[in-house]
Structure formats: structure tokens, C-alpha cells
């Protein structure tokens, strides 16, 4: 079997930016929902808005779960990797 390390090197790192560009995105939904319902009268845009933001706020956990976890795997498949075949 033919690996190209150098390949799942580049796909592992490009997923990991994906994860932190995706952490980003909801952390500025947040913080937008947030302002939305401190700056809003009470009326349906500031309930939707404090409903975005406790959505965000229940999917945070999971998602730095989740990254976490790749992170880990990747990082170990990067050693296991480099030690059957060479430097990625």
C-alpha cells in the first residue's frame, strides 16, 4: 500500500482549519444573538434572537468535543504514520 503522507498531512491540516474557522463562525453568532437581545425591546426578533443564541450555546460543547477528538486522532495517525513511512 502506497501512502502519500504528505497528502494526509495537507487534508488533516485542512480539516483542523476548518474546525477552528467553524469555531470562530459560531462564537460570532453568538456574540451577534447576544447583542441582538441585549439591544432589542422585547418583541419576536429578541425571542429569536435569545433562542440562536441558546442554540449556540447547547452546540458548543459537542463541537470542542468533536475537535478536540479529531485533533487527538489526527496527531496520533501523523506519528503512526511518520513511524511506517517517513516524514510528513
Known amino acids: 500500500m502506497n501512502v502519500d503522507l504528505k ?19 459560531m462564537e460570532q453568532m453568538e ?6 437581545r441585549k439591544e432589542t425591546p422585547e418583541c419576536r426578533v429578541r425571542v429569536l434572537a435569545e433562542l ?9 460543547e459537542r463541537f470542542y468535543d468533536l475537535r478536540d477528538k479529531f485533533n487527538c486522532a489526527s496527531g496520533d495517525l501523523i506519528t ?8 510528513a
Open 7 to 25: 497528502e494526509i498531512h495537507a487534508l488533516i491540516e485542512e480539516a483542523a482549519g476548518m474546525f477552528s474557522w467553524a469555531g470562530e463562525t
Open 31 to 36: 456574540a451577534l444573538l447576544e447583542t441582538i
Open 52 to 60: 440562536g443564541r441558546e442554540v449556540c450555546d447547547e452546540r458548543y
Open 80 to 87: 503512526l504514520l511518520r513511524a511506517k513511512g517517513g516524514a
